[in-house]
T-cell receptor, first 116, second 113 residues
């Protein structure tokens, strides 16, 4: 059972470079999420997709774009990376949107991204 | 707006002693509360949740949490700590009307042998 798979696991970028973080889940979940985790800040929601074909901004969307490619895949793109985007990025999925379900989120193991 | 607070950045407990990790919340509607655990270099794992019903909720690995509506708290507890419980613990809350779950900043739990 793979669950939520994120690629790559590590990446170093130079300021201004672009990159796409990939996420795929094999649990047939409707909802998917992107978070960033910074020391002392906990997890902050960047974007989420309550269902296939929809995306919405979270708490910290600036500098990011997302694509819900299909039900399984939800990618996060940094168009022009900045040092402030150095972080650990987590993708998560849940059976339904929290608005309609109380099922927990399932997390990938993260992408550790450094912007020089 | 909903919010969640974990007042302790770190909690140290001797192995075999009871442990408590604190969480308080604020929502405008009915709260839905969760605890997650994160081990090094891993994603968050679900431990337990409170939706409705009994105020004492039991979860994975012997953990339990007590919902207290008057104090707006949802503290995580375990009767006897293990060294393997050392990890980062996150409390999370959502308003019953929202798509999003808000996470606390996390509490690092150290169990001392």
């Amino acid at each position: 059972n793979a669950g939520v798979t994120q690629t790559p696991k590590f990446q170093v970028l130079k300021t201004g470079q672009s990159m796409t973080l990939q996420c795929a889940q094999d649990m047939n979940h409707n909802s998917m999420y992107w978070y960033r985790q910074d020391p002392g800040m906990g997890l902050r929601l960047i974007y989420y997709s309550a269902s296939e074909g929809t995306t919405d901004k979270g708490e910290v969307p600036n500098g990011y774009n997302v694509s819900r490619l299909n039900k399984r895949e939800f990618s996060l793109r940094l168009e022009s990376a900045a040092p402030s985007q150095t972080s650990v990025y987590f993708c998560a999925s849940s059976e339904e949107s929290p608005r309609y379900s109380n099922q927990p989120q399932h997390f990938g193991d993260g992408t550790r991204l450094s912007i020089l | 707006a909903q919010s969640v607070a974990q007042p302790e950045d770190q909690v140290n407990v001797a192995e075999g002693n009871p442990l408590t990790v604190k969480c308080t919340y604020s929502v405008s509607g009915n709260p839905y509360l969760f605890w997650y655990v994160q081990y090094p270099n891993r994603g968050l794992q679900f431990l337990l949740k409170y939706i409705t019903g009994d105020n004492l909720v039991k979860g994975s690995y012997g953990f339990e949490a007590e919902f207290n509506k008057s104090q707006t708290s949802f503290h995580l507890k375990k009767p006897s700590a293990l060294v393997s419980d050392s990890a980062l613990y996150f409390c999370a809350v959502r308003d019953g009307r929202d798509d999003k779950i808000i996470f606390g900043k996390g509490t690092r739990l150290h169990i001392l042998p």
